[in-house]
């Protein structure tokens, strides 16, 4: 039996993607090349943006054609999808489509009734089942699934493993969100803030070093809000990478996502300073450059705290990169207000920008607000902020041009244009910035180090140091 796998949105999903994966390959399933050959396809999905869910609305247009095709209907359009019509031709099942994630989860009753060509829908708190839809396909005589009901128990369960093979692995160890930002989705499907116990975290870090694996990213919607018993987010850190020494793991990096800059501690700057298994790259979302609007956005701290922070790691630790979320034509967002955040940009000067405009998410408190910006007016913002922050980036990079850095080699890249002395391998710092330099096929999944040599884009070029 095969799986295909679509995974939208934040690496929370692409680590829930990865468990149900690793559910669906102990249970003897392998991966097919393509949905339109696999017994089983599962849509990954997001509710952030209603830019994310319309993309999804349009791949399900796509898969009701192939749906159509694998089950022989007679409007089907094999032409389309002529690895389908082959796979139907030979007498294989119809296709079983999951849709799960946080779009199931906002939409639950109505998806399916609004979509028959989903077979199931696997909402946050159930991603379980798709062993129990597994089991199905495997002896549908013998299974049956039951539909999933509105949840009324909602416990998430943090899954053993997310890993789906390579050098890297998300770890979740937090879910949910309790500070309720006035303008997202996330409390409402992903629901209250939960920990994992960090006995589960270091099991999980052994499987992983078995594997193989190199660096890992511990996740959680505010992974610095952890808290179980006693133990906060730093101490949990200091007892991951105290773990990783004596157990003479293969992970060499840790890395953390995404930090709110509410509970951004002295402590945790500390921990950083004194633990050299952490990278020094740290993701924390400012959204707004004005007070005004961060107020209104309920972030729970101003400009200054932002920046006073930000001057914190700096000074801290001078070789660490800071990156962020920037989001522009919040209601009653002034042309002032947006000057404020080109100001911010312009001083934090980030090391990555994730940068959106203001989409209403029905049910959140700034959907209702008044002074709703314009859509043209979002967009020419949005563009300014990315136009300003991609010159930084460009400047700040340049800086590191002759420096020598460690490098994950992470695979051979299969970019031609690259024009290198095959093969080309990419890799990232600890800082996450990209490298691709030129070396044997041998030194990935490995720590090497790397003259910085010049700039491709936003990809550094560099050689391996002999010395
Ligand atoms: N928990 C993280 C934090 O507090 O910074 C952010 C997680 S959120 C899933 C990722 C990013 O999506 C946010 O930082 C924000 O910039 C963006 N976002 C959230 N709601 C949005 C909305 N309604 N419209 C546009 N972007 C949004
Ligand atoms: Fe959304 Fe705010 Fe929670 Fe981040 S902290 S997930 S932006 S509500
Ligand atoms: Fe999207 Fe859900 Fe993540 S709404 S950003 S996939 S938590």
Redo the contacts with the bound molecule.
């Keep these: 039996m095969t799986y295909f796998f679509e995974t939208y949105?934040?690496q929370m999903n692409v680590a829930e993607s990865a468990a149900a994966q690793e559910t669906l390959r102990q249970r003897g399933w392998t991966a097919a090349s393509s949905a339109e050959t696999a017994d089983l396809a599962v849509i990954n999905t997001c509710s952030?943006?209603a830019t994310a869910e319309s993309r999804i609305y349009g791949r399900l247009g796509w898969y009701a054609g192939l749906k159509a095709v694998r089950s022989r209907k007679p409007a089907a359009k094999p032409s389309s999808y002529p690895q389908a019509a082959r796979r139907a031709q030979s007498g294989a099942p119809p296709l079983t489509l999951v849709v799960m994630g946080c779009m199931a989860e906002r939409l639950l009753s109505s998806l399916q009734s609004d979509f028959p060509l989903i077979d199931h829908t696997l909402g946050t708190w159930r991603k379980d089942r798709i062993g129990e839809i597994a089991a199905a396909l495997e002896t549908p005589v013998c299974h049956t699934v039951t539909a999933q009901a509105a949840d009324t128990e909602r416990v998430y369960q943090f899954p053993a493993v997310s890993h789906t093979g390579g050098v890297s692995a998300f770890v979740p160890i937090m879910h949910g969100?309790d500070?309720f930002?006035t303008?997202?989705?996330?409390p409402q499907v992903r629901g209250r803030e939960v920990s994992r116990p960090p006995g589960a975290i270091l099991a999980e870090l052994d499987v992983l070093a078995r594997r193989g694996v190199r660096e890992i990213t511990v996740l959680g919607?505010?992974v610095n809000s952890y808290r179980h018993g006693g133990l906060t987010f730093p101490g949990l850190l200091e007892k991951i990478a105290a773990h990783l020494r004596q157990s003479g793991s293969s992970i060499g990096w840790v890395r953390f996502l995404?930090s709110?800059p509410k509970d951004f501690s002295p402590a945790l700057v500390d921990t950083l300073c004194r633990e050299p298994l952490l990278c020094r790259h740290i993701h924390l979302?400012v959204?707004h450059g004005s007070t005004k609007i961060l107020t209104a956005m309920n972030r729970r701290y101003s400009r200054e705290d932002y920046l006073g922070i930000a001057a914190r790691i700096r000074g801290s630790l001078p070789d660490a990169s800071l990156s962020t979320?920037?989001?522009v034509g919040f209601p009653g967002e002034t042309d002032g207000d947006f000057q404020e955040t080109l100001d911010l940009v312009r001083q934090a000067r980030f090391s990555e920008a994730?940068m959106?405009?203001?989409?209403?998410?029905a049910g959140?408190p700034?959907a209702s607000m008044p002074e709703q910006v314009p859509l043209e007016v979002k967009k020419a913002r949005l563009q300014m902020v990315i136009d300003l922050q991609m010159g930084i980036l460009r400047e700040e990079m340049a800086k590191h041009i002759g420096a020598e850095v460690t490098v994950l080699a992470e695979e051979v890249s299969q970019n031609r244009k690259n024009k290198m002395e095959s093969p080309a391998i990419r890799g990232k710092t600890a800082q996450n910035q990209r490298v691709i330099f030129p070396g044997s096929e041998s030194v990935v999944n490995n720590f090497v180090k790397i003259h910085l040599t010049g700039l491709t884009g936003n990809t550094f070029r560099g050689k391996v140091n002999e010395r």
């Design positions: 949105g934040c952030v943006r969100c500070n930002c303008y997202c989705i996330v919607q505010n995404t709110h979302p959204q979320d920037i989001l994730y959106y405009y203001y989409n209403p998410r959140t700034a």
